[in-house]
Nanobody, 127 residues
Framework: VRLQESGGGSVQAGGSLKLSCVAS????????MGWYRQTPGKERELVSS???????????LVKGRFTASLNNTLNNDKNVLYLQMNDLKTEDTAVYYCAIHGWNYYTGVDCNAQDAWGQGTQVTVSS
């Protein structure tokens, strides 16, 4: 599976950006995709996840401002995950990564195993 993010950049606080992630390759066996972000010295954190059956979750810090959506109606070997980010804050500054999810090996019911990552895209929000 190959993941390619795009859409990062610099914006002033209160502005908007839309990230895209194209997942291509053999997607069978995966159950969803997610957006994560990371700042220097901190662990990577989940921003949003979207399962292929449509179930979507958002982190508490971005609820009401970010929206994730998935286009998986393309041909069988390509999905596109989006992250619409509105009312951006300086604390949203981070490298944003896309991941494709598999079923959790231990629980078998959680779609949160990070099977592959994109290279990341920088989002910088200035005051």
């Amino acid at each position: 599976v190959r993941l390619q993010e795009s859409g990062g950049g610099s914006v002033q606080a209160g502005g908007s950006l839309k990230l895209s992630c194209v997942a291509s390759g053999y997607l069978e066996g995966h159950c969803g995709m997610g957006w994560y972000r990371q700042t220097p010295g901190k662990e990577r954190e989940l921003v949003s996840s979207v399962r292929f059956d449509g179930v979507t979750t958002l982190g508490d810090l971005v609820k009401g401002r970010f929206t994730a959506s998935l286009n998986n109606t393309l041909n069988n070997d390509k999905n596109v995950l989006y992250l619409q980010m509105n009312d951006l804050k300086t604390e949203d500054t981070a490298v944003y990564y896309c991941a494709i999810h598999g079923w959790n090996y231990y629980t078998g019911v959680d779609c949160n195993a990070q099977d592959a990552w994109g290279q990341g895209t920088q989002v910088t929000v200035s005051s």
